[in-house]
Nanobody, 126 residues
Framework: QVQLVESGGGLVQAGGSLRLSCAAS????????MGWFRQAPGKERQFVAG????????SYVDSVKGRFTISSNNARNTVFLEMNSLSAEDTGVYYC???????????????????WGQGTQVTVSS
């Protein structure tokens, strides 16, 4: 059974930093890609960043480029999202997702991902 478990969310002041983790288990992930999405109240789930497990391919939504960094630790089956210079617009529930059909590019649409974690809340106070 595939499981994705996020951690690291919390309350932080604007300008601060958080590091999210996503621990994956249940099947070999070496040929998958992983994505981070977020959902603010009343809004659709939005792609934030993605990476393939080899780490050779990453992608970010424009609003987080230069502030967020996605990385992976293959030995630990864990994906990280380092978030710096946080603003109130970054507030939301952050979800980790697994794409089991890597096609050579990071996917941006939520319905292209096969497994999801339960989410972790990130709240940035202004």
């Amino acid at each position: 059974q595939v499981q994705l478990v996020e951690s690291g969310g919390g309350l932080v002041q604007a300008g601060g930093s958080l590091r999210l983790s996503c621990a994956a288990s249940g099947h070999p992930f070496n040929r998958d890609a992983m994505g981070w999405f977020r959902q603010a109240p009343g809004k659709e789930r939005q792609f934030v960043a993605g990476i393939n497990w080899s780490g050779g391919s990453t992608s970010y939504v424009d609003s987080v480029k230069g502030r967020f960094t996605i990385s992976s630790n293959n030995a630990r089956n864990t994906v990280f999202l380092e978030m710096n210079s946080l603003s109130a617009e970054d507030t939301g529930v952050y979800y980790c997702a697994a794409d089991r059909a890597w096609t050579g590019r990071v996917k941006f649409e939520a319905d292209e991902y096969d497994y999801w974690g339960q989410g972790t809340q990130v709240t940035v106070s202004s």
